[in-house]
């Protein structure tokens, strides 16, 4: 069973979701978590509308491991499951409901590179969730990433953002810097405590913010045999056409196809799992 809390103000208002450690080991999310959990329970912030889900850790198995997975990657299974094969799947089929209960959706995460930026993803550019990006402490956001999962059939793409956005809500997914960073934690808080101003359930005022930076997903790339990656690649590090990306075991190289970013790069990804994004301004 998925461990939840709610704080209800007793005045209507949205019904705001906030998932952590969807992945076990980004611990920024539920650091922020819990602090505001304390903050509300000691009085510090108070909830003038509207209620409040926290779901602190929500693959608890991966996250006592230190690990981004126990069976499967939990953001790629979020949907009800008929038949559950795999850890993740029981936790989705928790998941699910709880999503569909609330009216916005905020999936904390975090990367996987030391000196990583914080950015948020906006897959579904509604006018909902363009707003509350733009009240997000974030200067990057990343668009396009169903486009880019539609039509391969290698990963399916059942992300918590999709599935908020089959149910019709607000959702975004925030990756807040590097796993064991502090200022990851510091990053998921301002953004609970900026989305509850921006939904008029706390009192507040969300500082202004230089533009967003979007920057389009172009293609992700599986690892699908042993290799490593060529350099200690950050997210939005730039490459260049031609550039060595990764390296096979068996000799393959993988260069960049045109200039542009690599995101997401995970040095430790799993065969069969995706090694790192492409991505291009705008
Ligand atoms: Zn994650």
């Known amino acids: 069973m998925i ?141 396009g990433w169903p486009e880019i999962y539609a039509g391969k059939t290698q990963i399916s793409d059942y992300s918590t953002e999709r599935c908020a956005h089959d149910y019709q809500k607000t959702g975004i997914t925030l990756e807040c810097g590097y796993h064991k960073e502090e200022d990851a934690t510091d990053v998921a808080y301002a953004a609970i405590v900026n989305t509850l101003i921006h939904l008029g359930m706390i009192d507040g005022t969300i500082a202004k913010m230089p533009p967003k930076t979007s920057i389009r997903l172009t293609d992700y790339i599986v690892k699908n045999k042993s290799g490593h990656l060529c350099q200690s690649y950050k997210h939005l590090d730039e490459v260049i056409q031609g550039q060595k990306i990764a390296e096979y075991d068996d000799g393959e190289v993988l260069y960049a196809p045109y200039d542009g970013y690599i995101l997401l790069p995970n040095a430790n990804a799993e065969i069969g799992a995706e090694w790192y994004y492409l991505g291009v301004k705008g």
């Open 3 to 143: 461990e939840k809390i709610t704080f209800d103000s007793g005045v209507s208002g949205p019904h705001l979701l906030v998932l952590g450690a969807i992945h076990g080991n980004e611990v920024a999310g539920p650091n922020a978590i819990f602090k505001i959990i304390d903050a509300i329970q000691t009085y510090q912030i108070h909830l003038k509308s509207g209620r409040l889900t926290f779901v602190p850790i929500c693959n608890m198995q991966a996250c006592q491991k230190d690990i981004r997975q126990i069976d499967e990657n939990l953001n790629r299974v979020i949907r009800i499951h008929e038949n559950p094969s795999s850890y993740e799947q029981h936790l989705a089929n928790e998941l699910v409901p709880l999503i569909e209960q609330c009216d916005v959706l905020l999936d904390l995460h975090s990367t996987h590179s030391k000196g990583d930026v914080p950015f948020a993803f906006c897959d579904y550019p509604t006018s909902e969730n363009k707003a509350l990006i733009e009240a997000i402490n974030v200067q990057y956001v990343l668009l």
